[in-house]
């Protein structure tokens, strides 16, 4: 079976749902997506982060211990997380389970465990990983260079927040979150497993009539600043952490989408073989590992990548960067380059399509990006006819990509 799209109504709220069912094994899984409520609509600094926090220390009723009892008794699975631009709360246990699992959803939805005691604990989690990051020359460096290319946008900001922003978020802050940005008009179901799919809408009616009938705004569009630039910060280490980026102008919704897959797969992200392995680690020996990737989201698009290299290869790993992507845009790629990246990307096909959660993740990224549920096979056979000049029109198209702006988290030289 395929994932298929219906829509339930809730109080005059007409919900979607992505539904498939699967008999392989006993499960059932569920996730409720909030659109427009990750960490892009943080109102202070890590408050978002904190509100996932605070769901997964279950209810007051039962405190933390004790709603976790009540899952693991049941080997049941319930938690909050989020990303960039949602917020989700995943339900999945085995089918005899899966009931139970529900009424614990509608007791946590009821009655999150807001209590002064369990936000004093994910308020010390939180700085706890925040101080451990501080030495994560990884994490600075990505973080830097999202501030250079998105300058006064929520992603120069971090997701989880600094100490000082952490240690001012409230109660009342995180209950205002959950309230405003988690309901009906801005949710998406996604659920499958072993269930008939009328028994699934007959429970989800009661966890969704749980949920406020409220609408969060749209995140606005963020664009990349187009010009060249670096930025070295200096550090205690032997290695150089480099982060670039650049804008690109694809869309979420671009008919090209396919195109920039292809794309992206030659410059970088198909690991040895690419362009950027090749030149940099292979030919020139600067880096373990040389990466990029196209990254295309609803909120925003930017080309970028990362490598680590010695302290006294970083100019040099920086200059093959450049060198790399510029020879890229003039020259285009190679017919033999083509053919190997279509026959990876169709061959390997039915490993990303091989379990139920990755069929029903597809059918919800179509969904969310506004294609139709199967557009992802109509790309594959616009990825098997692609044509050499189509491609390279493509590529010299994006002159755009060229803008690199580098983070560099380096030491001094000894």
């Given at each position: 079976?395929?994932?298929?799209?219906?829509?339930?109504?809730?109080?005059?709220?007409?919900?979607?749902?992505?539904?498939?069912?699967?008999?392989?094994?006993?499960?059932?899984?569920?996730?409720?997506?909030?659109?427009?409520?990750?960490?892009?609509?943080?109102?202070?600094?890590g408050l978002?982060?904190?509100?996932?926090?605070?769901?997964?220390?279950g209810?007051?009723?039962?405190?933390?211990v004790?709603?976790?009892?009540?899952?693991e008794?049941?080997?049941?699975?319930?938690?909050?997380?989020t990303?960039?631009?949602?917020?989700?709360?995943?339900?999945?246990s085995?089918?005899e389970q899966?009931?139970?699992?529900?009424?614990?959803?509608?007791?946590?939805?009821?009655?999150?465990?807001?209590?002064?005691?369990?936000?004093?604990?994910?308020?010390?989690?939180t700085?706890?990983?925040?101080?451990?990051r501080?030495?994560?020359f990884?994490?600075?460096?990505s973080?830097?260079?999202?501030?250079?290319?998105?300058?006064?946008?929520?992603?120069?900001?971090?997701?989880?927040?600094?100490?000082d922003?952490?240690?001012?978020?409230?109660?009342?802050d995180?209950?205002?979150?959950?309230n405003t940005?988690?309901?009906?008009?801005?949710?998406?179901?996604?659920?499958?497993?072993?269930?008939?799919k009328?028994?699934?809408?007959?429970?989800?009616?009661?966890?969704?009539?749980e949920?406020?009938?409220?609408?969060?705004e749209?995140?606005?569009p963020?664009?990349p600043?187009?010009?060249?630039?670096?930025l070295e910060?200096?550090?205690?280490s032997?290695?150089?952490?480099i982060?670039?980026?650049?804008?690109?102008?694809?869309?979420?919704?671009s008919p090209?989408?396919y195109?920039?897959?292809?794309?992206?797969?030659?410059?970088?992200?198909?690991?040895?073989?690419?362009?950027?392995m090749?030149?940099i680690?292979?030919?020139?020996g600067?880096?373990?590992?040389?990466y990029?990737?196209f990254?295309i989201n609803?909120?925003?698009?930017?080309?970028?990548?990362?490598l680590?290299?010695?302290?006294?290869?970083g100019e040099?790993?920086?200059?093959?960067v450049?060198?790399?992507?510029k020879?890229?845009?003039?020259?285009?790629?190679?017919?033999?380059?083509?053919?190997?990246a279509?026959?990876?990307?169709?061959?390997?096909?039915?490993?990303?399509?091989?379990?139920?959660?990755?069929?029903?993740?597809?059918a919800?990224?179509?969904?969310?990006?506004?294609?139709?549920l199967?557009a992802?096979?109509?790309?594959?056979?616009?990825?098997?006819s692609?044509?050499?000049?189509e491609?390279n029109?493509?590529?010299k198209?994006?002159?755009?990509?060229?803008k690199?702006?580098?983070?560099?988290?380096?030491g001094d030289?000894?």
């Open positions: 079976m395929s994932a298929t799209l219906s829509h339930i109504d809730i109080n005059g709220t007409k919900v979607p749902i992505i539904f498939e069912k699967g008999k392989n094994l006993p499960i059932v899984s569920m996730q409720l997506v909030f659109q427009n409520s990750g960490t892009l609509t943080d109102t202070k600094d978002v982060n904190m509100s996932a926090k605070l769901l997964n220390e209810t007051k009723k039962d405190g933390s004790g709603f976790a009892t009540k899952l008794d049941r080997a049941i699975s319930l938690s909050a997380n990303g960039a631009e949602t917020f989700v709360i995943e339900l999945a085995l089918k899966f009931d139970y699992g529900v009424e614990l959803l509608k007791e946590l939805l009821e009655d999150p465990n807001y209590s002064k005691e369990t936000l004093s604990k994910i308020k010390t989690q700085i706890g990983e925040l101080k451990r501080e030495s994560d990884d994490y600075i460096s973080l830097k260079l999202k501030g250079l290319l998105f300058p006064n946008t929520p992603l120069a900001k971090p997701s989880l927040g600094t100490v922003s952490v240690k001012g978020i409230s109660l009342d995180i209950k205002k979150h959950i940005h988690l309901g009906l008009g801005n949710l998406i179901v996604v659920m499958g497993g072993d269930i008939e009328s028994e699934a809408i007959k429970l989800l009616s009661g966890i969704l009539e949920l406020p009938n409220v609408k969060s749209a995140i606005k963020m664009k600043i187009d010009k060249e630039q670096t910060t200096k550090v205690d032997k290695q150089a952490y982060y670039f980026g650049s804008p690109l102008d694809v869309s979420y919704n090209d989408r195109l920039a897959k292809v794309a992206s797969f030659i410059l970088g992200s198909s690991g040895f073989g690419s362009r950027l090749e030149e680690r292979v030919k020139k600067l880096a373990y590992s040389a990029s990737r990254a609803k909120s925003h698009s930017y080309f970028s990548g990362y680590q290299t010695k302290v006294s290869s040099e790993a920086v200059k093959s450049k060198e790399v992507v020879t890229f845009i003039d020259k285009g790629v190679t017919a033999e380059e083509l053919k190997s279509q026959e990876f990307l169709l061959g390997s096909e039915p490993l990303r399509n091989e379990t139920l959660s990755q069929r029903l993740n597809r919800f990224q179509e969904y969310y990006t506004n294609r139709p199967g992802t096979v109509e790309d594959l056979k616009k990825i098997k692609i044509t050499l000049d491609l029109e493509f590529i198209k994006h002159i755009e990509i060229d690199l702006s580098f983070s560099v988290v380096t030289e000894k």
